[in-house]
Nanobody
Framework: QVQLVESGGGLVQTGGSLTLSCAASERINAINSMGWFRQAPGKQRVLVASITRTGETSYAESVKGRFTISGDNAQKTVNLQMNSLKPEDTAIYYC???????????????WGQGTQVTVSS
């Protein structure tokens, strides 16, 4: 059963923008943090941005100033606005949800299926 559904990936040129969205199933209870991870070919999955239930955000250094994460607790949704995209942002992006108040580095208990983001040079 799918519990996190992502959308919004695609192909964009360098300098362009994309917005990723993630919606959690009603079956998931007690979400206290949500986040976006990405995995580039041949590399490990890494945390890109996260947001807590109280709205505190955290970003990887590589995306600070370019990406913005936002969430809606009531709707159990989280978005990632990505601006000034670079070829090195190319990866599969995954949404994760956790019952912990701070998103674990390795992610939460729930994951989406992933959405491809490709930035052409």
């Amino acid at each position: 059963q799918v519990q996190l559904v992502e959308s919004g990936g695609g192909l964009v040129q360098t300098g362009g923008s994309l917005t990723l969205s993630c919606a959690a199933s009603e079956r998931i209870n007690a979400i206290n943090s949500m986040g976006w991870f990405r995995q580039a070919p041949g590399k490990q999955r890494v945390l890109v941005a996260s947001i807590t239930r109280t709205g505190e955000t955290s970003y990887a250094e590589s995306v600070k100033g370019r990406f913005t994460i936002s969430g809606d607790n009531a709707q159990k949704t989280v978005n990632l606005q990505m601006n000034s995209l670079k070829p090195e942002d190319t990866a599969i992006y995954y949404c994760s949800a956790s019952s912990r108040f701070s998103m674990p580095t390795m992610g939460g208990a729930y994951w989406g299926q992933g959405t491809q983001v490709t930035v052409s040079s």
